[in-house]
């Protein structure tokens, strides 16, 4: 068993899970406050994320998820494992991170020009809160397709022999072809928890109270 995946990367993909099922829930049943604490938790994680993608273990780096499309075809076609994220699997991890980031951005320039409005809104003209709004809810769908499509992959390849998900919940890897270089992703951690604090003090106080 070789170690693929550093603590960081495997709490980040079932935080980013719980937090998008909360986002989800939130806004469906209309509980802002909440939705809007979980988006700063979100973006915060986001943003650890891409700096863990530059500093952090080789198998987290942003560098290693561009893949030419000839290697991403040999990947879908292949039953062959692959340290870390395959081509394939890279473009799917590429597509998330555009999809999650217009949503927690466009998040908040939006209003419902009652109660509920963004904390960016107010820098912005009202032409492009309303285009934010739009995207915000327009790109939900496309968010749902791409997790849809996620998961159909994850049981293609279970069938294929892999088990990713036992992967991403133990980092351990059985017949990998190398060994990546790995590092603690306690700093990320830290990374992470410093930003919430930061976005949680700058926007996130008054939903808080209301929460509290």
Request: no cysteine; charged share 10%.
């Amino acid at each position: 068993m070789t170690k693929v995946w550093d603590g960081f990367i495997r709490g980040f993909h079932w935080l980013l899970v719980a937090g998008l099922v909360t986002l989800y829930i939130t806004g469906e049943e209309g509980m802002m406050d909440l939705h809007f604490i979980t988006g700063y938790l979100l973006l915060a994680l986001m943003a650890a994320r891409l700096v863990w993608g530059v500093i952090g273990s080789q198998t987290a780096k942003i560098s290693a998820l561009f893949h030419s499309p000839k290697a991403i075809l040999a990947a879908i076609k292949s039953k062959q494992s692959h340290v870390g994220h395959n081509p394939a699997g890279s473009l799917m991890v590429l597509l998330f991170f555009v999809l999650i980031i217009v949503q927690l951005v466009s998040g908040l320039m939006t209003t419902d020009d009652i109660l509920v409005e963004g904390p960016l809104a107010q820098y912005v003209s009202y032409d492009m809160v309303e285009l934010a709004g739009d995207i915000h809810h327009s790109n939900v769908e496309l968010l749902i397709a791409a997790i849809v499509l996620h998961i159909v992959a994850i049981v293609v390849y279970r069938l294929k022999g892999q088990n990713l998900v036992k992967t991403l919940l133990t980092g351990k890897q059985e017949h990998a072809v190398s060994t990546p270089a790995m590092k603690s992703g306690l700093l990320a951690y830290v990374i992470f928890i410093a930003l919430s604090v930061l976005l949680l003090l700058t926007w996130g106080a008054e939903p808080l109270q209301s929460l509290l």
